[in-house]
Structures are given as C-alpha cells and as structure tokens.
C-alpha cells in the first residue's frame, strides 16, 4: 500500500475518495462556513488570531481544501483542527497541518485508532496514520474551543458511528456538526470495528436533538446543511431499525433475511440502498446482544 500524498494515510484503494472536483464554499455567518466535495465536509470559523477547522476531508482532497480555506480567510492560518472521528474522512488533514503547527483535537479513542493499523470489514480495507498525523490533545469530555467570540463546543457521543465520536456545537451561531453520525443519501453506518453500533447511534441522535432548535443548521458527514427536521428523521428512523431488527433477530432471522423480509424498505427512498448499512447494524447489534435481550 502507498502513502496518499500529503495526508499522513496509508490506504487501501477502495477507502479512497474522488480526488477531482471543486471545493464548494456554503456561508453560515461572517465567520462561519462548510466546505464540500472534500470528500466529508469540513467546518471552518474564523476568528481574529486564525481559523478552526472541524474535520479535514479525506486524504486525496486535503490540498485542494487548505487552498479553498487560505482563500476564504486569506492571511490567517488553521490554529486548530477538531476530528469527529478517525476515519479518513473526517483526519485527511491532520498531518498537514499538524506540521504547520495546528492543534489536532479528538476523542482519546480517536488517536489509539489512528496509532494502529486498522482493518476496516466493511469497507474491505486497512487505514494507518503516520505520527504526525496523530491527534496533539485528546479528550474524554465536553471541551471548548475559541475562534474570537465563537465558542466551539464540543462532546463524546458515546458508542455511535464509532466509539471516539465528538458531536460539535457552535451556540453563538447556532450551527451542529454532527459528523458521519448523519449522512445525506446514504445510511449512515455503526462502525462496529472501532466500537460504532446502531443502539448507540439512537442515543447521540436523541442527545445532538436536545441541542437544537428549529432554527439550527446541522452540518452532516456528507451531504448539504440540513435542518432540524431532518436529524429528527434520523433519529426515527435509527430508532425503528433499531427494534426491527432486534425483533427479528429474536425470531433467528440474518441480515440477508432481514433484508429480503423488507426490514427497511419504508426508508430507501431516502437513505439509499440498505446493504452495507445492515450488514454492520447486524454485527453490531451482536457485540450488543445483552442489552437487547431475548436472543438465543
């Protein structure tokens, strides 16, 4: 396997992401902004003494991001960048601007993932950060970070798409970020190889509601800015997989069964095609099956 340039990754072919496109640049506020098309989407505020940045985009797309960000605040530079999680998504970045002198913020589990070569199943893949990639402050618990007079919160998840999740908060601006946790078009997936499980995913939606409002824009994984509706829809529909699938495990059921059985037909019109999505909320429900109770 070869290094991807720039991005302190080693990749599999099938867990990288089109390095071709634009960056597209949404506006929030004056300070406030989502990057896309950098294969996850990207945060950054803007403050007086520079930029914070949540996420990095994936490994093939992190040069073209940095030059789409000094461009959007020209004469500052990136002082901190927040992972939501490990994946290459959310970390392309970190090496970059770890050696220009960034601070690199994630969950503690975030940095022991990205300090192993990790196997990822569902993706037929093995990802590895090299050192300068690795995260420089880590975190258990709610942490702040400030970008001028924004107040950047952010918090553990818990056991949700993975079990290093941070759920990002900016109340002055009213903005979430809620990483892979929400994706648009897609399933979003439990990531059972680091921890990530579909009950768990039930309860960071219901705690990433409890802070929002109507007026709230939600900046998923991937996808456009959405709305407070549209993570409620989230929730209800991770919730209903959630009993359906415990349910029809009890009876014996597989996934294969499960999914010939049309466990989640009333939802791909809007997430997409099921497969991979059930294939590790059904492992994951495994690593579970205590708290679900009642499987043989």
Do not use: C
Not at 56 to 85: C, F, K, M, Q, Y
Not at 263 to 290: C, E, I, N, Q
Request: net charge neutral; charged share 20%; proline share 5%.
């Amino acid at each position: 396997m070869a290094a991807a340039a720039g991005a302190g990754l080693v990749l599999a072919p099938r867990l990288a992401h089109a390095a071709s496109g634009p960056i597209e640049v949404t506006r929030l506020t004056d300070t406030v902004a989502v990057f896309g098309g950098a294969g996850g989407n990207v945060l950054a505020v803007t403050g007086p003494d520079g930029v914070v940045l949540v996420n990095g985009g994936s490994p093939e797309r992190s040069a073209a991001l940095l030059e789409a960000v000094a461009a959007h605040a020209p004469g500052r530079r990136v002082t901190t960048i927040i992972n939501t999680d490990w994946h290459p998504e959310q970390t392309g970045s970190n090496e970059a601007l770890g050696k220009a002198g960034a601070a690199i913020v994630a969950h503690e589990h975030t940095r022991q993932y990205l300090a192993r070569e990790m196997f990822v199943e569902w993706r037929h893949a093995r990802y590895r950060a090299r050192p300068g990639a690795l995260p420089t402050r880590t975190t258990r618990t709610d942490g702040v970070v400030m970008a001028g007079a924004e107040r950047i919160e952010y918090r553990p998840l818990g056991q949700a798409h993975t079990d290093g999740d941070l759920g990002v908060f900016l109340p002055q601006s009213n903005v979430l970020v809620t990483g892979d946790l929400m994706t648009v078009g897609a399933y979003p997936i439990g990531d059972y190889t680091s921890g990530g499980w579909l009950g768990g995913m039930v309860t960071a939606a219901k705690a990433m509601l409890d802070l929002t409002n109507d007026a709230t824009r939600i900046v998923p994984g991937v996808g456009p800015v959405q709305a407070r509706a549209d993570l409620q829809a989230t929730h209800e529909m991770l919730s209903a997989m959630r009993e359906r699938i415990a349910k029809m495990m009890r009876q014996g059921m597989g996934a294969s069964e499960m999914l010939a059985a049309g466990v989640s037909k009333d939802f791909d019109a809007r997430w997409g095609a099921p497969d991979v999505f059930m294939a590790t909320a059904y492992r994951g429900m495994w690593l579970h099956v205590r708290e679900i109770g009642g499987v043989v």
